[in-house]
């Protein structure tokens, strides 16, 4: 099972276990982890589970409608934004950092 | 009991939430997050775990998802939050005493509560017709509805939804992309009158065509036909037969206030609540689909109290009504906004377009492309963005700021919408 951890704004880790398949987003939003609201519940309609995926974790390429819609995150987006219900979970250990806030 | 009796045995019951899906769930969590140690019981009649309904009539009936993975939280999550979660219990009676409340379900469980929040949410409305309960015919509310659906589609080639709204359409939409010929009714002169224009309305119908749906507007249902139990088709007003092998009715939901009515509670289209979520009682909260609440959007001229049906409103309100319930300061004031997918078209909804008195278009229907921005007295006020998210983005942000656009450049679409927008609001005028 990879485990994904989540970096808060102000630098608070949570591990969680995830399962293959599942998203970055869900994974977080199942188990309570604060710092993603997700209010679409993944249809990719709010940007309300913005992260920035850290150095080492790796996904594919962004599509893009998800490009438009990181335009429209509460917090501004950087190089490594992402929309955390776009990110599947393979194999492999994740790291994202949350930011300060979503809505 | 003593009065001193009764509110020591409520002290140390916490709070009861009636109703655990979106509202009910997000109200416990925020009482969580906002420092609450007491005890939290999260009722509910449904046998699930709490879940999010949307995918059910979108990706849960292409088979793209299973009801597990629309869980909301692990049931890790419920313990280790210390949030008792109860399924499978229908609360049928409540009352109130000085500090705190009894609520008895269907199977004889007590549960006594010290504050009360109320998110029972909504029923689809049911029609009358002769035929309503054939096999086949069905509603979607529940995921109990939906697998149902999912599995009478399976071996369908007819699709007839009744009612040209949301859920409705998307549902048809989904059908037609599987192959199965897909007709809808709809009672009005045009689709999702509640809640888009008539340009949109338009652009639907156009879109839903093109795309093989047959829709019938100022249709007449006037019964449902069946064979050996099963719904064979539904017969209109002129006589004609629309074949079916199954049959969605999707008119709408009514909230669900019996237990407020039991308390006594102000009722309107809904539980009436003020703008910290607050009941007429002055005691209970109530939250999500099941609750009236005043516009939290400045428009005169618009209605001055409506009810959302909306995942968005669910959670704002969810989260007011915990910090109510603590006797924190708490206010609905968020801009509302609402998503739809029908099939590969995107529709975004942000802010409320009631009251508006101008609309500019900007980019072609036709290119399945475009938005309509709604305006009153020069200021925007909403916006249905269709496959269009940049636009939806800047229109959300700009409202939530309390910024503008200017009517005479929205329709521009060589700018992009973030671009026009102006700090300063115009000046209303009136
Ligand atoms: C198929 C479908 C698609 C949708 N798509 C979208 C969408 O794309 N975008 C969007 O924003 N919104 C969408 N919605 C609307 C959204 O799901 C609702 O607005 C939201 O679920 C409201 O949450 P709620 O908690 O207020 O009510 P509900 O979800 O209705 O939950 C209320 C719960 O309370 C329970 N309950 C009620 N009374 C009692 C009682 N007496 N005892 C015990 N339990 C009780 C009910 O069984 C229910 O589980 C959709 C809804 C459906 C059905
Ligand atoms: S959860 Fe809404 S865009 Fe990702």
Known sequence: MPSVTYISATGRETAVAGFAGDSVMETAVRNGVPGIVAECGGSLSCATCHVFVCAGSVFPAMEDLEDDMLDGTAIDREENSRLSCQLKLGDADIRVATPETQV | ?430
């Open chain 2, 1 to 430: 009991m003593t009065d001193t009796a009764a509110s020591a045995r409520h002290a140390s019951l916490g709070t009861l939430i009636i109703g655990n899906c979106q509202a009910g769930v997000q109200l416990a969590c925020s009482l969580r997050e906002l420092g609450d140690t007491d005890p939290i019981v999260l009722v509910g009649e449904e046998p699930h775990a709490p879940y999010q309904r949307p995918p059910l009539s979108k990706a849960f009936l292409k088979g793209e998802i299973t009801a597990d993975s629309l869980t909301f939280r692990t049931h890790d999550f419920y313990r280790e939050h210390n949030i008792e979660l109860v399924t499978r219990e229908r609360i049928v009676s409540i009352s109130r005493d000085g500090s705190g409340g009894t609520a008895v379900a269907e199977s004889g469980r007590r549960f006594d509560f010290a504050r009360l929040a109320l998110t029972t949410g909504a029923v689809p409305r049911q029609i009358p017709f002769d035929g309503s309960e054939l096999e086949g015919v069905g509603y979607l509310r529940t995921a109990t509805d939906a697998t149902q659906l999912e599995q009478a589609l399976g071996s369908a080639r007819k699709l007839v939804v009744v009612g040209g709204g949301f859920i409705g359409l998307e549902v048809a939409a989904g059908a037609r992309v599987a192959g199965l010929t897909v007709t809808v009714l709809e009672a009005a002169p045009r689709l999702v009158g509640r809640a888009v224009s008539e340009q949109t309305s338009e652009f639907y119908l156009q879109a839903h065509r093109r795309r093989g749906t047959r829709v019938v507007l100022n249709a007449q249902v006037v019964r449902f036909l069946g064979e050996h139990d099963r719904v064979t088709g539904v017969e209109l007003g002129d006589g004609t037969v629309v074949p079916a092998d199954v049959v969605l009715i999707g008119v709408g939901v009514i909230p669900r206030t019996e237990l407020a009515e039991q308390l006594g509670l102000a009722i309107d289209n809904g539980i009436v609540v003020d703008g910290s979520a607050l009941c007429s009682d002055g005691f209970t909260v109530a939250a999500g689909d099941c609750a009236n609440l005043p516009n939290p959007s400045i428009t005169p001229g618009g209605v001055a109290r409506l009810r959302l049906e909306s995942v968005q409103n669910a959670i704002e309100q969810g989260k007011v009504a915990a910090a109510t319930l603590l006797g924190l300061p708490a206010e609905y004031s968020t801009v509302p906004w609402f998503w739809s997918d029908q099939a590969d078209l995107k529709l975004q909804i942000a802010g409320l377009s009631g009251g508006h008195d101008q609309i500019v278009l900007r980019g072609e229907p036709d290119s399945e492309k475009f938005s309509v921005l709604y305006y009153r007295a020069g200021q925007l006020i909403a916006a249905d963005c269709i496959n269009k998210p940049l636009d939806f983005i800047a229109v959300r942000g700009a409202l939530n700021h309390g910024q503008n656009v200017p009517a005479d450049l929205a329709g521009d679409v060589t700018i992009p919408l973030k671009k026009l927008v102006s700090a300063a609001p115009a000046l209303a005028g009136k």
